[in-house]
């Protein structure tokens, strides 16, 4: 394992399987991440919303980049997101195989 501050996985939530293929497609065509999981169980979501308790169905995009992509990363989102106020959460990735995080980095 190599730790590692460089390195971030990202949490996007998508209203659709269309926009979580455009935002996948779009950030990895623009090596603004190196990889997007979609994860196609529908999640449910719980949250307030303009003062109201909201659900909805949801798709978990999981993102794995660099903390220096991050900036360009929320842009594009934000950029073909259907939501207002996209969920946009990035964690620190504190380790990983050294091959991975090589990969990583070659495709970012």
Not at 30 to 35: D, P, S
Not at 51 to 68: M, N, P, S
Not at 88 to 102: G, Q
Request: net charge positive.
């Amino acid at each position: 394992m190599k730790p590692s501050d460089n390195y971030r996985l990202v949490l996007v939530t998508c209203a659709s399987p269309i926009q979580a293929k455009l935002i996948a497609r779009s950030v990895v065509e623009k090596r603004l991440a190196a990889c997007v999981n979609i994860l196609r169980s529908p999640i449910e979501s719980h949250y307030r919303w303009k003062g109201k308790i909201a659900r909805a169905r949801e798709l978990l995009l999981l993102i794995k980049t660099t903390a220096r992509k991050l900036g360009g990363l929320e842009r594009e989102v934000k950029r073909l997101h259907s939501y207002e106020v996209p969920e946009f959460i990035a964690l620190s990735i504190v380790a990983a195989s050294e091959a991975y995080l090589d990969w990583l980095d070659e495709n970012t």
